[in-house]
């Protein structure tokens, strides 16, 4: 931004001093080779004369004008070397740093009350691993994406059993069908085990970091 503020100045006063030199443009006379060489007598207080020798300007010595300057001229290029430089050092940064940081991202759906939610959002960040966190309590689940943990792992292990709100709706097992238990944990994440992990077509229900090391070493791989 302050190279671009530079070069905005540098046009701007080219502009200025191209139209001050249209303006107040004159002519000077300008000499390419020396000037004649005259010979005069100059008396001198005492007795005797000496010689002494001037240059002066010839009469036909031919005028050449002073013309504007072009703005072209006056813009300073571009310091190509440091640019070139700047994107060199970027892309090897960019290098180092893509074989460095493994390309993982994952997704969590939680609360951020979950001290499991807790602990897994705290084991990515700190291998530096993107994380898409779904706050449950500000976005509920689609009943499509908890489909997709229930097929894998069964619809009883997404519900927390043990869990106050489950005691307080008084479900049981069975009470309800696989279509009826998706619909209400969409609208009761509370309901949830919490956290629910996918990175790409890998899942995870809860806490399982043994799981979540074998994707980190996978990526690194």
Known sequence: MNSGLVDCRKIVLAAVVCL???????????????????????????????????????AARQAASCHAPKLHHLIAAPPLENSTAARMILDLGLMVAWNILPAMEVQIFGVKKSSD???????????????????????????????RFAQKFGIQALVDSGS??????????????????????????????????????????????????????????
């Not at 390419?32 to 004369?49: E, F, H, I, N």
Request: glycine residues 4%.
């Open 20 to 58: 001050f030199a249209c303006t107040y443009s004159s002519v000077v006379a300008a000499y390419a080779k020396p000037t004649t060489m005259v010979r005069q007598l100059q008396p001198r207080r005492a007795s005797g004369s000496r010689i002494r020798i001037v240059s002066i300007a010839s």
């Open 117 to 147: 939610t807790r602990a897994a959002l705290r084991f990515f960040a700190e291998r530096r691993i993107k994380v898409h966190f779904v706050d449950l309590n500000e976005r509920a689940a689609a009943v499509g994406e908890l489909r």
């Open 164 to 221: 106050r709100r489950y005691a307080e709706l008084g479900l049981r097992p069975g009470v309800l069908s696989e279509e009826r238990w998706l619909e209400k944990l969409s609208i009761e994440p509370l309901l949830l085990r919490m956290p629910l992990v996918r990175h790409q077509q890998q899942l995870t229900i809860g806490a399982a970091p043994e799981t979540w090391d074998a994707w980190y070493a996978a990526a690194k791989s």
